[in-house]
T-cell receptor, first 111, second 115 residues
Framework: GQNIDQPTEMTATEGAIVQINCTYQ??????LFWYQQHAGEAPTFLSY????GLEEKGRFSSFLSRSKGYSYLLLKELQMKDSASYLC????????????FGAGTRLFVKA | DTEVTQTPKHLVMGMTNKKSLKCEQH?????MYWYKQKAKKPPELMFV???????INESVPSRFSPECPNSSLLNLHLHALQPEDSALYLC??????????????FGPGTRLTVT
């Protein structure tokens, strides 16, 4: 089976930096995605890691350690519009590619 | 065009009705997905189509019946649903295999209410 854990909620201040952690246990690991989902909207792709290390994309960075089953999403220079749920998702190759989503972390950005 | 479209946006149906949800993409993606999402929960995978063939069925009840008429279209046929099936139904598509990262593009969803 698989298990994906991330904090339920986080609060941060506008302009600050926040790190959202995700730990996972799975077989057939084939990559880890981060998606952003605003309330009432569809998820949108933020980042992808399949090898260990840091991927940077503007204000967003994502890190992966496969040996530790650990990833984090780093958001810099927080803006009010970053208030959303952040979903950690693991793709498995089980004879077909299957992506399983974590429960998501609801981020509240306050002024 | 990086858009996935879904119709209808909202659907209210009785437990004896038959209805269909539709999804369309023109990105040339060969993998398409149906997810079910309840409020404040993550999307739950229902079905995966790869090259128009059903590759994954996550033990979904037979009252949900997927169909992939061609590489751009994905349908979900609904029959004899239960009130607990009320949810947001999301369609997504992605490139298949080694053609890219494989990130999924989601449609806006159909908000389904079963009465």
């Amino acid at each position: 089976g698989q298990n994906i854990d991330q904090p339920t909620e986080m609060t941060a201040t506008e302009g600050a930096i926040v790190q959202i952690n995700c730990t996972y246990q799975t077989s057939g690991f084939n990559g880890l995605f981060w998606y952003q989902q605003h309330a009432g909207e569809a998820p949108t792709f933020l980042s992808y890691n399949v090898l260990d290390g840091l991927e940077e994309k503007g204000r967003f960075s994502s890190f992966l350690s496969r040996s530790k089953g650990y990833s984090y999403l780093l958001l810099k220079e927080l803006q009010m519009k970053d208030s959303a749920s952040y979903l950690c998702a693991v793709r498995r190759n089980t004879g077909g590619f299957k992506t399983i989503f974590g429960a998501g972390t609801r981020l509240f950005v306050k002024a | 065009d990086t858009e996935v479209t879904q119709t209808p946006k909202h659907l209210v149906m009785g437990m004896t009705n038959k209805k269909s949800l539709k999804c369309e993409q023109h990105m040339g993606h060969r993998a398409m997905y149906w997810y079910k999402q309840k409020a404040k929960k993550p999307p739950e995978l229902m079905f995966v189509y790869s090259y128009e063939k059903l590759s994954i069925n996550e033990s979904v009840p037979s009252r949900f019946s997927p169909e992939c008429p061609n590489s751009s279209l994905l349908n979900l046929h609904l029959h004899a649903l239960q009130p607990e099936d009320s949810a947001l139904y999301l369609c997504a598509s992605s490139q298949e295999g080694l053609a890219g990262v494989g990130e999924q593009y989601f449609g806006p969803g159909t908000r389904l209410t079963v009465t």
